[in-house]
């Protein structure tokens, strides 16, 4: 089982503990999709905030 996998099953069954029933398997997979992109994209964007501030000019 693959991480993302994983994390979809967590991310359903802690709605499922809050009463949230409505989203399908494949909904959890492609909002844990989401997220790891979205976190992608952060840490790129924080990366190249530090390697940045590294360059400038003192």
Same mark, same amino acid.
């Given at each position: 089982?693959?991480?993302?996998?994983?994390?979809?099953?967590?991310?359903?069954?802690?709605?499922?503990?809050?009463?949230?029933?409505?989203?399908?398997?494949?909904?959890?997979?492609?909002?844990? *999709?989401?997220?790891v992109e979205?976190?992608? *994209?952060? *840490?790129?964007?924080?990366?190249?905030?530090?390697?940045?501030?590294?360059?400038?000019?003192?």
């Amino acid at each position: 089982m693959s991480v993302k996998a994983m994390m979809a099953r967590i991310l359903q069954n802690q709605l499922a503990l809050r009463g949230v029933q409505s989203l399908t398997p494949f909904d959890c997979e492609e909002i844990v *999709e989401h997220l790891v992109e979205q976190l992608r *994209e952060l *840490e790129l964007s924080l990366a190249a905030r530090e390697l940045a501030g590294k360059h400038e000019p003192k």
